[in-house]
């Protein structure tokens, strides 16, 4: 259905969000997934507490140790009780840090896999507008990275952010209370001068993550476009065209990481000395402590055990900061995509759709899929229930739109479209959508079995059904025939069928589906005439009884329909049976003679595959 499509860029709002959402907006939108498991989080969060409690208990129990010693009876006299003190804190914080990782991995793994579900769902739910102008390539690399950006962000969150500020605060109240205020002037100034220098460059590096990013959907989008467009670079031997388009998307790319990577060194540089000078003075204070009497020996292994605690962690929160923004970058795409508004809605308590006859109808509809390019003027006809109406005319003159229309992929700009009397805007999208069964042009099937595409129409059918919609479709026979008969892989979009093998693909999954209403879009064009002729005898017979929209380019397909509408540039020119029309003499019948005579001059071209 790509004739009448939309042609011209996306408007901002349908692009993939792009803007910044701001990193607590990230974090609040993240958090009710956690907290679906309090209980589980509350008990991690101890366990951290408790961890590091005991990290903090390791040196002090060390001064006690190197206070006690005697340099004659060390080996007889150190307490027992400290050694055992001692072992045990080192046990515990292991322990208890392996504990809360246990708790903490299944609130990660699920919120993860919520967050996923949610934006595959939404994603479904959007409407074909955003469909149409998006790339997958750089859609599922948003999705891809924005998963591991959870995992990164509640990872370093948990498991080094929140431990290493426990920690700090532990220190800090033993420093302020045992020791002299110059330690924790120190301390505290060291803290603040590393943590303002290293979230003020690191902000400034994170656009180079965020053009990385970019950078990165868009080389991923020209392959994957490239791939999946194989047959066609092959047609016009455009294979080093590709390898430039998307050699310079790597280049760009390649430029933004090693920007990214040269302001990293310089950031582990300044972090490296702020360190370094601190521990020096912390360390030259405390000699002086112990030289003029006011420190003993077990004080400085214990002020230097501290420093080691804090600065090795607070050493890595440099990495575990970047690494986070990096993260709450990846997280704000994916956040962007849930947030994305999906044109097409249900109204509050709509009700599903009541099928009695299944009458449809177009009461004066206009539609544009933008402002300046209006598809449909006024459009107003019905099919009654059990009948069949066929809409004909030019490519672009709005045939299709009216499948989509009826499908509700997008709602009319004006006029009304009413299934038994139902405006389909007041129903159950899913309700209505149950209740009709396409044919379409372009046949695309999934990278799977042929049992399994037929099966798409009724998931859970039997194979028996299965079987019995091939037969009414003309296509058993030839799936009979392959060495792996319905287990046969029909490859990505279904590319290792002829066009015609697809297209019965899709008939029969239509069979199968049985719905009330149905939609014939150029069902046959890929069809040689024989094949045609004896699908045609089938659509028939399936038509029969239900309500039935058929739209052609090929007339011959269309002379039985109650009626015909003749549509060009939006508007209905015509409308009669077969028969009327001819002697009308009209649009129809210039059309028809056109095509006879085509025929009859190039009979080939009706005779053959498309």
């Not at 390791?58 to 005697?70: A, G, M, R, W, Y």
């Not at 899913?430 to 009724?458: C, H, M, W």
């Amino acid at each position: 259905m790509r004739r009448s499509g939309p042609s011209v860029p996306a408007p901002a709002e349908m692009r993939v969000a792009r803007t910044q959402r701001g990193d607590w907006a990230t974090i609040r939108t993240l958090l009710p997934y956690l907290w679906e498991y309090k209980g589980r989080v509350l008990a991690a969060i101890a366990c951290l507490v408790l961890a590091k409690v005991a990290n903090v208990g390791v040196p002090v129990i060390l001064k006690q140790i190197v206070d006690s010693l005697d340099p004659k009876t060390a080996a007889l006299f150190v307490p027992l009780a400290l050694l055992v003190a001692y072992g045990l804190l080192r046990l515990s914080t292991t322990l208890f840090t392996e504990l809360r990782e246990f708790l903490f991995a299944k609130v990660t793994q699920r919120a993860v896999r919520k967050i996923a579900l949610t934006v595959f769902r939404h994603l479904h739910a959007l409407s074909l507008r955003f469909h149409l102008h998006r790339q997958t390539g750089g859609l599922t690399r948003d999705v891809e990275r924005g998963q591991r950006g959870i995992s990164t962000l509640v990872s370093y969150m948990l498991f080094s952010i929140l431990p290493t500020l426990v920690e700090i605060g532990l220190v800090s109240a033993i420093l302020i209370a045992r020791y002299d205020w110059t330690f924790m002037a120190i301390t505290a100034g060291a803290l603040a001068i590393y943590i303002a220098f290293t979230v003020l460059v690191t902000e400034w590096r994170t656009h180079f993550r965020r053009t990385m990013n970019e950078l990165d959907s868009k080389a991923n989008t020209r392959a994957i476009d490239s791939l999946l467009n194989y047959e066609t670079v092959k047609y016009f031997g455009n294979e080093e065209w590709e390898a430039r388009r998307y050699d310079e998307s790597l280049q760009r790319y390649e430029k933004a990481a090693v920007k990214s990577q040269t302001s990293l060194s310089a950031l582990n540089i300044g972090q490296s000395a702020i360190i370094a000078v601190a521990v020096t003075l912390i360390m030259w204070r405390a000699t002086v402590g112990v030289v003029n009497g006011s420190m003993t020996i077990g004080d400085l292994v214990l002020v230097n055990a501290f420093m080691i605690q804090l600065y090795i962690p607070l050493n890595f929160l440099g990495v575990i900061y970047r690494e986070i923004k990096q993260a709450l970058a990846d997280m704000e795409r994916l956040f962007g995509l849930i947030e994305e508004h999906a044109e097409i809605r249900d109204k509050p308590g709509a009700p599903s759709l009541a099928l009695a006859g299944a009458e449809v109808r177009f009461d004066h509809v206009s539609f544009s899929y933008e402002p300046e390019r209006q598809i449909l003027f006024g459009v107003s006809f019905g099919i009654p229930a059990g009948r069949t109406v066929a809409v004909v005319g030019p490519s672009g003159s709005g045939k299709s739109t009216l499948a989509r229309l009826l499908y509700r992929f997008y709602d009319a700009s004006s006029g009304r479209i009413a299934v038994d009397g139902q405006d389909i805007r007041d129903v159950q999208q899913a309700s209505l959508r149950a209740a009709i069964g396409i044919v379409p042009q372009d046949t695309v099937l999934f990278n799977d079995s042929i049992e399994y595409n037929i099966a798409y129409g009724k998931p859970g059918a039997t194979h028996e059904e299965i079987v019995a919609a091939a037969r009414l479709a003309q296509i058993h026979d030839f799936i009979a025939g392959l060495p792996a008969g319905y287990e046969t892989a029909v490859g990505e979009r279904g590319l290792k069928l002829s066009g015609g093998e697809k297209q019965r693909v899709a008939i029969a999954r239509a069979i199968l589906k049985a719905p009330r209403i149905l939609i014939f879009d150029e069902a046959t064009s890929a069809l040689d005439s024989r094949s045609e002729k004896a699908i045609q005898a089938e659509l028939k017979a399936i038509a029969r009884n239900h309500t039935t929209l058929t739209i052609a380019h090929r007339l011959s397909t269309v002379v039985d329909a109650d009626e015909i509408l003749v549509l060009e540039a939006g508007r209905i020119v015509e409308r009669g049976s077969h028969a009327a029309l001819l002697a009308a003499n009209g649009a129809y019948a210039r059309m028809w003679r056109l095509q006879q005579e085509e025929e009859r001059k190039d009979p080939e071209l009706y005779s053959s595959a498309h």
